[in-house]
């Protein structure tokens, strides 16, 4: 097994509020995202929990690719956002589309800081 592992965790997103509290316009634009990319998506979930005396609830979307899987939560209240974006390299590197996936999510949220990092999963020879 072989793969990437990216991770982005997002602060102060100056983006609109609907893009942390709506799962079905964030689920759908993600789906976009990854099509795009070329990237294969076998199946999705979105969900917005329910709103607390902090504020509006946040948003899990999930979905699951024929190459691994890419999620991404919100925090409204905190204006945050934690990305996932995993990707194997069995049949080929998809690398660059996992990178390039990344760097859409980041940008659509307006970060003022973020945190990513990069974990190459697996050993080669295997």
């Known amino acids: ?17 609907l893009w942390l509290t709506d799962a079905q316009q964030l689920g759908d634009w993600c789906l976009k995202v990854v099509e795009a990319s070329g990237l294969q998506a076998v199946n999705r979930l979105f969900h917005t ?4 005396d902090r504020g509006p609830g946040g948003v899990t979307a999930t979905i699951l690719l024929a190459e691994s899987h890419v999620c991404l939560h919100t925090w409204p209240e905190q204006r945050a956002v934690t990305i996932d974006v995993y990707v194997c390299n069995f049949g080929a590197d998809h690398s660059a589309k996992a ?3 990344m760097t859409a999510l980041v940008n659509r949220f307006q970060p003022e800081w973020t ?4 974990l190459d999963r697996g050993d080669a020879d295997s």
Do not use: I
């Not at 793969?3 to 102060?12: I, S």
């Not at 929990?49 to 607390?52: D, L, S, W």
């Not at 945190?115 to 990069?118: D, G, I, K």
């Open 115 to 118: 945190e990513q990092r990069s």
């Open 1 to 17: 097994m072989q793969g990437l592992h990216l991770t982005a965790d997002l602060y102060r997103c100056r983006c609109e509020a």
């Open 99 to 101: 990178r390039g996936v």
């Open 49 to 52: 929990f329910p709103g607390t």
